[in-house]
């Protein structure tokens, strides 16, 4: 059985506002969202819904315990910009199903429909597998992390566990143009040759995140870079405080060191911020 949460209050984006560094004046984004949530569960031992509602088995097949689908992701509009909120929306429905290599020629598939095709594959393996004996899960989700007029950020997160050893978990971060929805790199941002100067700036970053000194070597922490060399990964995102970066588990070190998140304020690289470019609003003018 499907559980389908809309939360009541529609946001207004100039809640995330993009502040001019230096400055008090906030740009606000020509978007609303409501945030809806969905929930799917089947097996032979599940617990009641959180709304009260019994929730029913999905097969026939007996399965010794239960498994949840969850996705929670926002749903844009905009008066101003609806082009731009139906591009985003079906962006972030792609990313939610892992198909960011849709074509762009192709429909977007139908947001509920597609999510419970997905959690009923997730479902049908689960009761299908003799070998569960724990509970199966998995929760995705999109938040909307920053917006201005010019871009918005969105936090794509994953986690769950269908046996093995341990949970999974992982995060991901898209920059988007505000204007027509499409995903903006960092090439869009900054200066050409940039990456020298952001490495450096990143590095120190990470050190002080991760509690190394200057002289520490990163192989020896249990960091694993090319040539024993910092550098920076391409899962970034845009904040009202600069630029941050996101390493998962397993990417740069063993499972147990954790992932790896660090922040680069304007501050530290406003110099390689294209002047042309949608990070330019937060120079001082």
Not at 123 to 129: M, R
Not at 179 to 199: I, M, R, T
């Amino acid at each position: 059985m499907m559980r389908v949460h809309i939360l009541p209050m529609t946001l207004a984006l100039s809640l995330l506002t993009a502040c001019d560094i230096g400055s008090e004046a906030a740009t606000e984004a020509s978007f609303t969202f409501q945030t809806i949530e969905l929930v799917w569960q089947g097996g032979t031992n599940c617990k009641e819904g959180v709304d009260g509602d019994e929730v029913t088995t999905t097969s026939d097949v007996e399965a010794p315990l239960c498994a949840t689908v969850s996705f929670s992701y926002p749903e844009l509009s905009s008066e101003a910009k609806p082009e731009a909120a139906a591009a985003i929306n079906a962006l972030i429905r792609e990313e939610l199903l892992d198909q960011a290599e849709q074509s762009s020629t192709q429909s977007p598939p139908t947001t509920q429909a597609a999510l419970k095709s997905f959690a009923d594959d997730f479902i049908q393996a689960f009761v299908q597998e003799k070998n569960a004996f724990t509970d199966w899960n998995v929760e995705r989700s999109a938040s909307l992390v920053y917006a201005s007029d010019s871009l918005l950020t969105v936090l794509f997160e994953e986690s769950g566990y269908t046996g093995g050893a341990h949970p999974y978990s992982g995060a991901r971060y898209l920059v988007l143009d505000a204007q027509n929805g499409e995903v903006l790199h960092l090439a869009d941002l900054l200066n050409n040759g940039y990456a020298a100067s952001l490495n450096i700036e990143g590095e120190k970053a990470f050190r002080e995140a991760r509690g190394l000194t200057d002289a520490s070597s990163l192989d020896e922490a249990g960091f694993i870079f090319d040539n024993n060399v910092f550098a920076l990964n391409n899962n970034f995102g845009v904040t009202q405080e600069g630029l941050v970066f996101y390493f998962n588990s397993y990417e740069i070190a063993p499972y147990a060191m954790g992932p790896t998140q660090i922040q680069i304020p304007f501050e530290d690289f406003q110099s390689l911020i294209r002047p042309d470019g949608p990070l330019s609003s937060q120079l001082d003018s």
